[in-house]
Nanobody, 127 residues
Framework: QVQLVESGGGSVEVGGSLRVSCAASGYIYGDSCMAWFRQAPGKEREGVAS???????YYSDSVKGRFAISQDNAKKTVYLQMNNLKPEDTAMYYCAANRGAPWCGASWYQTGSFGYWGQGTLVTVSS
């Protein structure tokens, strides 16, 4: 079965950097729009970044210029490099896959577009 396993979360100070990873298994990687979402306590899950099969990337305004999404098809892994972290970036970060959708398109940030989710990895940014 499809599995997405996140790793790399942790605690970092304001202005620091962190890279989270998502390892995929159970399907032929590379046929899907992949995305990172996050959910802070008491808030709705929101789209952070996504990447499609031709490498097009999408970012929320709140992280644009600070975060970078990438993927390694050979390793079946998608990454989120987070720089200049702020306290408001504190959240559980989730990896998601939209199987069978090679392009992310206008729905890249919508949770309903993604059928497969990881268990999440916690990122805490302290001042």
């Amino acid at each position: 079965q499809v599995q997405l396993v996140e790793s790399g979360g942790g605690s970092v100070e304001v202005g620091g950097s962190l890279r989270v990873s998502c390892a995929a298994s159970g399907y032929i990687y590379g046929d899907s729009c992949m995305a990172w979402f996050r959910q802070a306590p008491g808030k709705e899950r929101e789209g952070v970044a996504s990447i499609d099969t031709v490498g097009s990337t999408y970012y929320s305004d709140s992280v644009k210029g600070r975060f970078a999404i990438s993927q390694d098809n050979a390793k079946k892994t998608v990454y989120l490099q987070m720089n200049n972290l702020k306290p408001e970036d504190t959240a559980m970060y989730y990896c998601a896959a939209n199987r069978g959708a090679p392009w992310c398109g206008a729905s890249w940030y919508q949770t309903g577009s993604f059928g497969y989710w990881g268990q999440g990895t916690l990122v805490t940014v302290s001042s």
